[in-house]
Each structure stands twice: as structure tokens, then as C-alpha cells.
């Protein structure tokens, strides 16, 4: 069983920045994929970022790339996703989520463990 568990959402303004983090449990950790996906009202869950804990390959979804940058700390089990130069349509829940596989996915359905979501709310 692995637990994961958000922190960092907030209210900001546009063009502001906020760093999120995700401690995920277990001994395993550097096998896992860590994504962070979001959902705002009334929209399907999107992926947003993921990395690879083994080697800290990342991949990033078009509209966040140049904004956003996910990184891990293998020695604290951690991944942060810095978000910045924020907009208000990247206001939504943003959770973050494991994958025990080692080949990275941006679709939700192969993720196995998820955190309860933390809210980013962007003021314009």
C-alpha cells in the first residue's frame, strides 16, 4: 500500500507562483512514476506533469510547459511541482498520484495510488 499525500495549494494572483508537494510512503519509491493532475469544476481530470522517481525524466502537458517543473527528492520520498507565471485557468484541484510501473503515462486510469487533492485558486 502506498500513501500519498498533497501540500502547498493556495490563493494566488496571476502571474504569482506556488509550489506544490507530494510525500509518497513506501520503500519502493524510486520505481514509481509521480504525476500531478488537476480538475477543475465541471471538467474532466487533466494531466499536468509526471516524473520518473528512478531517473527524473519528466513530461509535461502543453499548456504548462516553460511554467510549470516537477522535480523529485528521492532521499525524502518527495516531488514538488513549481508552478509559475500562474494564470486563472490553472485554477482546479490538483492531485498528485503514483504509478508502480516504471513506464510513464499521462492517462489517469494507470495510476494506482492518488492523494485527496489540494486547491490552487488563481485571482486574475
Known amino acids: 500500500q502506498v500513501q500519498v499525500v498533497e501540500s502547498g495549494g493556495g490563493l494566488v494572483q496571476a502571474g504569482g507562483s506556488l509550489r506544490l508537494s507530494c510525500a509518497a510512503s513506501?520503500?519502493?519509491?524510486?520505481?514509481?512514476?509521480l504525476g500531478w493532475f488537476r480538475q477543475a469544476p465541471a471538467k474532466e481530470r487533466e494531466f499536468v506533469a509526471a516524473?520518473?522517481?528512478?531517473?527524473?525524466?519528466?513530461y509535461y502537458e502543453d499548456s504548462v510547459k516553460g511554467r510549470f517543473t516537477i522535480s523529485r527528492d528521492s532521499a525524502k520520498n518527495t516531488v514538488y511541482l513549481q508552478m509559475n507565471s500562474l494564470k486563472p485557468e490553472d485554477t482546479a484541484v490538483y492531485y498528485c498520484?503514483?504509478?508502480?510501473?516504471?513506464?510513464?503515462?499521462?492517462?489517469?486510469?494507470?495510476?494506482?495510488?492518488w492523494g485527496q487533492g489540494t486547491q490552487v485558486t488563481v485571482s486574475s
Open positions: 513506501g520503500r519502493t519509491f524510486n520505481r514509481y512514476i
Open positions: 516524473i520518473s522517481a528512478s531517473d527524473g525524466s519528466t
Open positions: 498520484a503514483a504509478r508502480t510501473a516504471r513506464v510513464p503515462t499521462m492517462r489517469a486510469l494507470y495510476y494506482d495510488y
